[in-house]
């Protein structure tokens, strides 16, 4: 994002519609209006104040105590109402705000999960960085800053409105336009208002055409490269940030690697980034911006007083209606100012709308039409059914620049094993990522269950943030079982005193740096006899293991009379499977019977 233009409010609508055209829409608009008219009474608020200060000076001046007394209570009275009003406003708007992340955050995560977005955006998109930092944080600032705004805004209209009537008739005035035909008001009691010319004060002619030519000013100068810089900003921060999450989340093997230097020297790398635009914001944001804008915002503290000054020294006005001058002048002149006042935090807020419109676009887009319309090329066609084939395969890299397999046919006999071998880097994984659906880069058909129906192991289980008992029964959190099926699953997988030394099933903990990994591999196993799937693809699932070990957990799956297929290196997992597949180089392959292996 480098312009401030109008792109900006309809990526801005974009994000904003769903929410408040959405089934919350009756509560959250319920509470805007609250806020708009609470933003209302805090404006009339505003103007007695304003008038109660002007009261106090001629009162004061004139030597009237009667009326410096009333004016002094009346302030009063209007001070009691103005502090519940305004912890009542900020209450209402973070609640409001609160609302709407839950619901925006919500809305993302659906979007995020829905047809693997997630994986195809963390391992295929390079322009959507850091989706973590745009769900988690640009979402909170997004609709704390929108309200924010957007109450802003109208508490200024409502100003400018109030503050317009309050200086309209201080002096000196200049004739606009003379009516031909006077206009008459009746109102009650026979009052009477006759209107024959428009004659506002001087004051708003002048504060109308010094806010216009600042803001075209401040707009044309410092907003292009203001919003691009914050864009950039953020950008930065972020990976500046997922570094260091790196560091924490891969400490044992850069300890093991000791590449504690090169792991500081990429660090420096992020980090200096993120100072080199910093200085690059401050400079347009701090220097240039706040010395244009101090410069301009102090000018209209000394005209009211200037202006105004003739009419007092000739008596026609009050001395108080100089600081009521300058009070209401200021206020109008800020409530009409609004963007060159807030500038910065316009840019910022701007950034932050691109960076999560972008998150939006990409993730309203399914992993297939992006595919399709990215690449333009044939994908592997996957059909559900109540088998696991493949025919005439040809697996090809997501980017189509290298082909791993070719016109492959496998057909794997229900309750049976199939153990795909070969070199390193000739494609088994990718295999298995193709009837996972990850991967479609190529032609072919690939038969296989609803994906509910299959479980897969990877060489490095994951292991989730919760209790032994939620990574057990993982990836269904809500499957109903016993403690005794629990704790029998552990037994058969050889980790039968886990729960009772780690504390109980209930017990959470980070499994990932308690366990081994070959604990961590059994773990993941024992997934198997819980979930009971029908079809289990293995990856290296036993790498870490010893051949006993290995060889329980492989005989415990063929008692189970489950439809599996392995990736592995061992000849010891040869026995255990019906099939052998054996990639090769040049994109070919051969399917032998175990036996005949």
């Known amino acids: ?316 006005v009050e001395v108080g209606k100089v600081r009521e001058a300058q009070i209401a002048f200021a206020q109008f002149f800020f409530s009409i100012n609004l963007i060159v006042s807030r500038f910065q935090f316009w840019t910022a807020f701007v950034a932050g709308i691109d960076r999560l419109y972008l998150l939006k676009e990409y993730l309203d887009l399914t992993s297939s039409k992006l595919r399709k319309s990215t690449y333009e090329q044939p994908l592997i066609n996957t059909i559900r059914q109540d088998r696991l084939a493949l025919e005439h395969v040809t697996l090809q890299t997501p980017n189509y620049q290298r082909t791993l397999v070719k016109d492959l046919s496998v057909k794997l006999p229900v309750g049976q094993g199939l153990l795909i071998m070969g070199a390193s880097g000739c494609g088994k994984s990718s295999l298995l990522r193709a009837i996972a659906g990850l991967w479609n880069s190529g032609t072919g058909v690939i038969y296989r269950p609803n994906l509910s129906q299959m479980l897969f192991l990877p060489q490095k289980p994951y292991m989730i943030l919760g209790t032994l008992r939620s990574q057990l029964t993982y990836p269904n959190d809500d499957l109903k079982i016993s403690d005794i099926e629990l704790y029998y699953a552990l037994d058969a997988v050889n980790l039968p005193d886990l729960a009772e030394l780690s504390g109980g099933l209930d017990v959470e903990k980070d499994w990932a740096d308690v366990l081994s990994l070959g604990e961590q591999q059994r773990l993941a196993f024992a997934r198997i006899l819980i979930n009971k799937p029908r079809y289990v693809i293995l990856d290296e699932a036993t790498s870490a293991l010893d051949i006993n070990n290995e060889a329980s957990l492989y005989k415990h799956l063929q008692r189970t009379q489950t439809t599996f297929v392995s990736v592995g290196h061992r000849p010891s997992l040869v026995e255990y499977h019906r099939l052998v597949l054996e990639i090769k180089e040049n994109e070919k392959w051969g399917l032998k019977e175990a036996r005949d292996f």
């Open 1 to 316: 994002m480098n312009r401030f233009n109008l792109k900006v409010f309809k990526r801005f609508w974009r994000l904003v519609k769903p929410y408040w055209l959405g089934n919350e829409k009756w509560g959250a608009i319920t509470i805007l209006v609250l806020l708009l008219l609470l933003t209302l009474t805090y404006t009339f608020i505003s103007l007695s104040i304003t008038r109660f200060q002007g009261d106090l000076i001629s009162a004061l001046t004139k030597l009237d105590r009667e009326r410096f007394l009333r004016t002094i209570w009346l302030f009063l009275a209007v001070l009691a109402i103005y502090a519940p009003l305004a912890a009542t406003s900020t209450y209402l708007q973070d609640r409001l705000s609160n609302y709407w992340r839950r619901w925006l955050t919500f809305d993302f995560l659906g979007r995020y999960f829905s047809n693997r977005a997630f994986y195809e955006l963390g391992n295929f998109n390079t322009d959507v960085d850091n989706p973590d930092q745009r769900i988690a944080e640009d979402i909170n600032s997004f609709t704390a800053e929108s309200l924010n705004f957007l109450l802003i805004i109208f508490n200024s209209i409502f100003q400018i409105i109030g503050y317009t009537a309050l200086i309209w008739n201080i002096p000196p005035k200049v004739t606009i336009f003379e009516l031909k035909n006077p206009i008459n008001i009746n109102f009650f009691n026979g009052f009477e208002l006759e209107i024959t010319k428009i004659a506002p004060s001087i004051l708003i002619i002048f504060l109308l055409a010094y806010a216009v030519m600042g803001t075209l000013i401040t707009i044309g100068v410092f907003g292009r490269k203001l919003v691009s810089i914050n864009y950039e900003q953020l950008r930065k921060e972020a990976n500046f940030r997922f570094g260091l999450v790196r560091i924490r989340e891969n400490s044992e093997s850069i300890a093991f690697y000791r590449g504690e230097p090169q792991e500081y020297s990429n660090l420096g790398k992020f980090f200096q980034e993120v100072f080199q635009n910093y200085n690059s914001l401050i400079f347009w944001q701090d220097l240039l911006l706040i010395l244009f804008t101090s410069a301009y915002e102090n000018i209209p503290y000394i005209l009211p007083a200037v202006v105004v000054a003739p009419s007092v020294l000739s008596g026609d």
